[in-house]
């Protein structure tokens, strides 16, 4: 039986990378240090959802490498909807049956998600994810800190704000995925590994799933 909700992960999950690195790579592919800053962000952001370091360090720290604009994100955002997770894909029609029933809680940026989700059947206020803040000429000037996902543990707050009860599934690869179970409303933590396995994150899920499919499966045994 499908979960009273289920909460699916975006980078890394929904999609086949991470969309912060994405970003990255458009905005720096001109800059003389782009090697140097981009591995950087790659480490920042593998060590952010491994759980080595906390996940408002690791978005702050990989913010204040980029400089990049409006036009960036809808570039980076376009180039995102041809990488969904293939399993997500073709399972389309599965996911616009229980739209109503599925939540993302994402450490990335509204702007990027909401395009691609809506898709999918997916809402708007059914996306919970950071914003970026733009000055008047259309630049980033810093993610939104009033936003509770900019925040350390901000999944499990929001997570909690939703006050949301019965079976509640989430999906993700990630340590902060997994945290929703530990120390949120959660009942079951799935890790994801079509994109990217974590052996870390592998060994404090209930399940581990090769693709979505595994998933349904499970549901609707």
Same mark, same amino acid.
């Given at each position: 039986? +499908?979960?009273?909700?289920?909460?699916?992960? +975006?980078?890394?999950?929904?999609?086949?990378?991470?969309?912060?690195?994405?970003?990255?790579?458009?905005? %720096?592919?001109?800059?003389?240090?782009?090697?140097?800053?981009?591995?950087?962000?790659?480490?920042?952001?593998?060590?952010?959802?491994?759980?080595?370091?906390? +996940?408002?360090?690791?978005?702050?720290?990989?913010?204040?490498?980029?400089?990049?604009?409006?036009?960036?994100?809808?570039?980076?955002?376009?180039?995102?909807?041809?990488?969904?997770?293939?399993?997500?894909?073709?399972?389309?029609?599965?996911?616009?049956?229980?739209?109503?029933?599925? %939540?993302?809680?994402?450490?990335? +940026?509204?702007?990027?998600?909401?395009?691609?989700?809506?898709?999918?059947?997916?809402?708007?206020?059914?996306?919970?994810?950071?914003?970026?803040?733009?000055?008047?000429?259309?630049?980033?000037?810093?993610?939104?800190?009033?936003?509770?996902?900019?925040?350390?543990?901000?999944?499990?707050?929001?997570?909690?704000?939703?006050?949301?009860?019965?079976?509640?599934?989430?999906?993700?690869?990630?340590?902060?995925?997994?945290?929703?179970?530990?120390?949120?409303?959660?009942?079951?933590?799935?890790?994801?590994?079509?994109?990217?396995?974590?052996?870390?994150?592998?060994?404090?899920?209930?399940?581990?799933?090769?693709?979505?499919?595994?998933?349904?499966?499970?549901? %609707?045994?």
């Amino acid at each position: 039986m +499908f979960p009273d909700t289920l909460i699916i992960d +975006f980078d890394s999950t929904f999609i086949t990378g991470e969309s912060l690195d994405e970003l990255s790579e458009i905005v %720096l592919k001109n800059d003389p240090d782009s090697t140097k800053h981009l591995n950087q962000i790659h480490e920042l952001t593998r060590a952010g959802m491994e759980g080595k370091i906390p +996940f408002d360090e690791s978005l702050s720290k990989r913010m204040q490498l980029l400089d990049c604009n409006q036009k960036d994100i809808a570039e980076v955002t376009q180039l995102l909807s041809g990488k969904v997770t293939p399993s997500f894909k073709r399972n389309k029609k599965f996911i616009f049956d229980h739209a109503e029933n599925i %939540l993302f809680i994402s450490g990335g +940026f509204r702007e990027m998600i909401i395009p691609i989700v809506a898709d999918y059947g997916i809402a708007p206020e059914h996306v919970f994810a950071n914003e970026f803040i733009y000055d008047v000429n259309n630049y980033i000037t810093e993610v939104n800190q009033e936003n509770v996902m900019a925040q350390e543990g901000g999944k499990v707050f929001q997570a909690k704000a939703l006050r949301l009860y019965g079976e509640i599934h989430v999906i993700g690869d990630g340590f902060t995925d997994y945290q929703l179970k530990a120390e949120g409303p959660a009942t079951k933590f799935y890790a994801f590994v079509e994109n990217v396995r974590r052996e870390n994150i592998c060994k404090l899920a209930d399940g581990i799933l090769s693709n979505f499919d595994d998933f349904i499966k499970i549901v %609707l045994d």
